[in-house]
């Protein structure tokens, strides 16, 4: 059996927000981004996701509404970008099911067009050359920590060793954010610290609370189980 690791990553600082395995499938990448979407703003109401960075496997209809309907930009690689045309019926139908259909149709055109107007507006491309960054996190997880392969059998040991994982990686960058601070030239002195990193520190704070929680949870329903 074969295993996800899925990261939902902020491309700026590289925390990782929620990591969480899955048992490996054609709809998995996309179904547990949305659970993990879903249990960041419930957890952490005061982080905003604003836009979601994907590559091409995320490219579907129903991935791209769900987006849109959560109030998130999509920036999601494309396999095409030709703006489609709405389709046309010659015939008007009284069947409510046909009615549906064809609605449906319209919308999931309208979806699409929505999704590559973004790509090609351009708006948000130093956004997305800022993906390169979530990919470094899996190298860094798979080359420095074992995540290339599974230490135990399981789903819940799988989970267990990615959110192990992620913490590491998280403490790593909250020990790095620490450093980024001004030499005063004086021991004695309270070195101030940036707006930025004040930020991150509490962006990292929060999701090490999340990651903890969520690995601690998954214990207790080992235990019960």
């Given at each position: 059996?074969?295993?996800?690791?899925?990261?939902?990553?902020?491309?700026?600082?590289?925390?990782?927000?929620?990591?969480?395995?899955?048992?490996?499938?054609?709809?998995?990448?996309?179904?547990?981004?949305?659970?993990?979407?879903?249990?960041?703003?419930?957890?952490?109401?005061?982080?905003?996701?604003?836009?979601?960075?994907?590559?091409?496997?995320?490219?579907?209809?129903?991935?791209?509404?769900?987006?849109?309907?959560?109030?998130?930009?999509?920036?999601?690689?494309?396999?095409?970008?030709?703006?489609?045309?709405?389709?046309?019926?010659?015939?008007?139908?009284?069947?409510?099911?046909?009615?549906r259909k064809r609605q449906a149709k319209i919308r999931e055109v309208q979806i699409r067009n929505n999704a590559k107007r973004i790509q090609l507006r351009g708006s948000y491309r130093h956004l997305q050359t800022l993906r390169t960054r979530c990919e470094h996190v899996f190298a860094e997880s798979k080359v420095a920590h074992g995540m290339g392969r599974a230490r135990s059998r399981g789903l819940d040991c799988m989970q267990e060793q990615a959110l192990l994982t992620a913490i590491v990686q998280n403490l790593k960058r909250l020990c790095r954010f620490g450093k980024k601070r001004p030499q005063t030239g004086m021991s004695a002195c309270q070195k101030t610290k940036s707006v930025m990193t004040e930020a991150l520190s509490r962006l990292l704070i929060s999701a090490l609370v999340g990651l903890f929680y969520s690995f601690f949870m998954s214990k207790r329903r080992i235990q019960l189980t």
């Open positions: 059996m074969r295993y996800l690791v899925h990261h939902v990553t902020d491309v700026r600082s590289g925390v990782i927000l929620s990591a969480q395995a899955s048992v490996a499938s054609g709809t998995a990448e996309r179904e547990t981004s949305l659970r993990q979407l879903a249990a960041i703003r419930f957890a952490h109401p005061q982080i905003r996701i604003r836009t979601l960075s994907a590559d091409k496997a995320y490219g579907t209809t129903d991935y791209l509404q769900a987006l849109f309907e959560q109030g998130i930009v999509p920036l999601v690689s494309l396999r095409n970008l030709t703006i489609e045309k709405e389709p046309t019926w010659k015939r008007q139908t009284n069947d409510l099911e046909k009615q």
